[in-house]
């Protein structure tokens, strides 16, 4: 069972990432370029951590509970409140130094630059979920 967790998480963080950094490059083009603290590297991360950690935890989760639909709803629940915790989160963050002056211009938006960030790995792993999870 935790095999198919663990490609899971691989697959839907390879893929969470590949569409945060299609975000940040639309996002780069079109108001400010922040890839210098959001880079593909750290997306793969963010996005690797979030859908490995949910995974192992479904994992367990699916151990322990017998009923699969309140595991999957446990799981889902989880993951979804971590997400909107994050928001949070980046709302009481520092903003960063930027070195570019044109984006340290446009500082203001760099918080709403952020917070879709944290619901992509998420919409990622529920979207793959039913591929690999029955």
């Known amino acids: 069972m935790f095999k198919r967790f663990f490609f899971l998480a691989v697959i839907a963080g390879l893929f969470a990432s590949l569409i945060s950094w299609i975000y940040s490059s639309v996002?780069?083009?079109?108001?400010?370029?922040?890839?210098?603290?959001?880079?593909?590297?750290h997306l793969l991360c963010f996005s690797a951590m979030i859908?490995?950690?949910?995974?192992?935890?479904?994992?367990?989760?699916?151990?322990?509970?017998?009923?699969?639909?309140?595991?999957?709803?446990?799981?889902?629940?989880?993951l979804s409140g971590f997400s909107v915790s994050l928001v949070f989160y980046v709302f009481t963050m520092n903003d960063p130094e930027f070195?570019?002056?044109?984006?340290?211009?446009?500082?203001?938006?760099?918080?709403?630059?952020?917070?879709?960030f944290v619901f992509i790995p998420a919409l990622s792993w529920m979207t793959f979920k039913p591929l690999f999870i029955k």
């Open 27 to 41: 996002y780069k083009n079109m108001i400010a370029d922040f890839t210098e603290v959001s880079g593909y590297w």
């Open 99 to 116: 070195k570019n002056e044109d984006s340290m211009a446009m500082i203001d938006y760099f918080k709403g630059y952020l917070i879709p």
């Open 51 to 78: 859908t490995l950690g949910i995974s192992i935890l479904g994992a367990v989760i699916y151990a322990l509970v017998k009923n699969k639909s309140a595991a999957s709803f446990t799981c889902n629940f989880i």
